[in-house]
């Protein structure tokens, strides 16, 4: 029996690194206090549910250029929250959608601070699975200015467009 003493017992766990002779403990990993999660994406700002989808595709204002459209919609939470909508026929390998959902999750937990309390919908363009990370990233920055000037703005006083609803 492979890892156990002969007589039938477990050794306790022990480093394996070289520069220690015999059995040493294994030490706990520290663990971050509750409530301290800098590098998260807590829960509380993804949209999780279609139905929350629904409401910012049908009654969103628009970002666009070439790697992505973001949708984005007031809400009553008090804080800003973001789901994707990256399709296969966009980006056809999952890599590639990973890849831009880090990207954008990144750059929004960076900006989320200085966001509105609006519900986005990110939605990638042909451009953006061939673009470099920092393109992509210059355009979000982009976007998000643009959000927060949408946001601040009545509805059909959107940067002149007469619909209302696309900023460009």
Known sequence: MRGRR?????????????????????APL???PAGQHEQSFPRQLRLLHGTEFDTV???????????????FNPNLLNRPRLGFA???????LAVGRN?????????FRLRAA??????L?????DGAKAAPSGALV???EKHWVRVIAGASKPIGQAEGHSTGKSIT
């Open 121 to 125: 919908v990110v939605l990638a363009r």
């Open 138 to 140: 210059a355009s979000l």
């Open 114 to 119: 200085g966001l509105p309390a609006v519900d």
């Open 86 to 92: 990256i399709s296969k026929q966009k980006v056809h």
């Open 99 to 107: 890849r831009l959902r880090r990207l954008v999750r990144e750059s």
């Open 30 to 32: 520290p663990t971050q």
């Open 57 to 71: 595709f049908q009654n969103g204002q628009r970002s666009a250029d070439r790697f992505f459209t973001i949708l």
């Open 6 to 26: 002969p007589d039938g017992s477990v050794p306790p766990a022990t480093s394996h690194c070289n520069a220690h002779q015999g059995n040493v403990p294994i």
